[in-house]
């Protein structure tokens, strides 16, 4: 049928960065979550997990069939969207109470992290897009989803292993800050803000650390949770001053077109709403949760607005090729 084989050709054309379109439903569904409409968030997930399995399947069919495509799309930070998505349904899963599905996406995302990093980061370049932070990205969201875990069975190695993540996510966005091309602020497509987002998910990860912590497990003394909380404290304010800047430069030079890669805009938004709420849980500063939950509902009003954009553009191109 042609309105079949139009599909296949358009879905063909999908590239690695389409996980964030998961990364960013995930994670408006854990922000969700957080604020109180759990049946919304659960139809987010729901929604996250079909576009996933759609997305594993198509990796799989280019790991076995395509080989060479898959190797030189492996390569383009996009493909940590990968680990990154899996982890932030592992997260929401494990919220859910879901442990064993929340076990096997750690699982999965540990075996895909170390071969995608490696081959990413063997490509980096001067002047990158902000795509160049995914690497950060996928470290905390290992990290995010094994202290969670941690938390919920009662894992004091896992609580650890987490905190190796934490420090060495925070060393990777360091390694790839000088790379990224401060131009895109005002000129990038959408994964510009991954800049913020990427801090956002670190504080989110240092709130889920210091909440792992409990008399049973005993994970840190008082010296090492004095810097763990100061760090995550830091990183949510150096979050929300990015915000801030990103905004600003939307409104400055509006880039009102839909770009697959505004998926990656979403992200950061909900990222932040959910580190905002999580942080100051952790840590007992009440008057975050108000900007938190404003923050969430901007970034479900985002994901609307790109969900539109998203499936007029696939109309077009699907009807274009036909």
């Not at 969207?81 to 064993?100: E, H, N």
């Not at 934490?166 to 800049?195: C, K, M, N, S």
Request: glycine share 10%; with cysteine; net charge positive.
């Amino acid at each position: 049928m042609p309105g079949i084989s139009a599909l296949r050709t358009w879905w063909a054309g999908r590239p690695p960065a389409a996980g964030a379109a998961v990364m960013a439903t995930g994670i408006v569904s854990v922000g969700l979550h957080l604020t109180g409409p759990e049946t919304v968030s659960r139809v987010f997930l729901w929604l996250a997990c079909v576009a996933w399995v759609a997305l594993a399947a198509d990796f799989l069919v280019r790991l076995v069939a395509q080989r060479e495509r898959w190797v030189a799309e492996a390569h383009s930070p996009g493909s940590l969207t990968a680990v990154a998505a899996t982890a932030v349904l592992g997260t929401r899963f494990s919220a859910l109470g879901r442990q064993t599905p929340a076990e096997a996406a750690l699982a999965l995302a540990v075996v895909l992290w170390p071969v995608l990093l490696y081959l990413v980061i063997q490509h980096w370049e001067r002047h990158m897009p902000g795509a160049v932070f995914l690497c950060c990205v996928a470290t905390q969201g290992l990290a995010v989803l094994a202290a969670t875990l941690a938390a919920a069975e009662t894992t004091a190695w896992l609580a650890h292993a987490a905190l190796v993540l934490f420090w060495l996510g925070l060393v990777l966005y360091g390694l790839a800050l000088p790379r990224f091309d401060p131009r895109q602020i005002l000129e990038g497509a959408g994964d510009h803000w991954i800049a913020g987002g990427a801090l956002a998910i670190s504080g989110l990860a240092g709130a889920k650390l210091l909440s792992a912590d409990s008399p049973r497990l005993y994970l840190w003394n008082d010296d090492d949770r004095g810097v763990l909380r100061n760090v995550t404290v830091a990183l949510v304010f150096l979050d929300l001053t990015w915000y801030v800047v990103l905004l600003a430069a939307e409104v400055a030079r509006p880039r009102l077109r839909y770009d697959m890669r505004r998926w990656a805009t979403v992200f950061p938004m909900g990222m932040t709403g959910a580190a905002t709420l999580s942080v100051a849980a952790a840590v007992g500063i009440g008057w975050l949760k108000g900007p938190g939950r404003v923050l969430v509902w901007v970034a479900v009003a985002a994901w609307v607005a790109v969900a539109a954009g998203a499936a007029l553009a696939a109309r077009a191109g699907i009807s274009g090729r036909r």
